[in-house]
């Protein structure tokens, strides 16, 4: 796997790009990682979404 774009919850998210080419329609995987707000342990969330043109 490669880091396509890192984001943060205050930032513009992914316009589908990848050093500024178009990437393909596809399955793209990702991990949130987070400091739970209610006991202040890390977490890491990880899922998949289908990018679609």
Known sequence: GKLL?????AGPGWDGTFNGN??????Y???VE???PFD??????INHFTLKR
Do not use: L
């Open 5 to 9: 774009k890192q984001i943060s919850p």
């Open 22 to 27: 178009v990437m393909p329609s596809a399955d």
């Open 29 to 31: 995987w990702f991990r």
């Open 34 to 36: 987070y400091i739970d």
């Open 40 to 45: 202040g342990t890390p977490k890491e969330f």
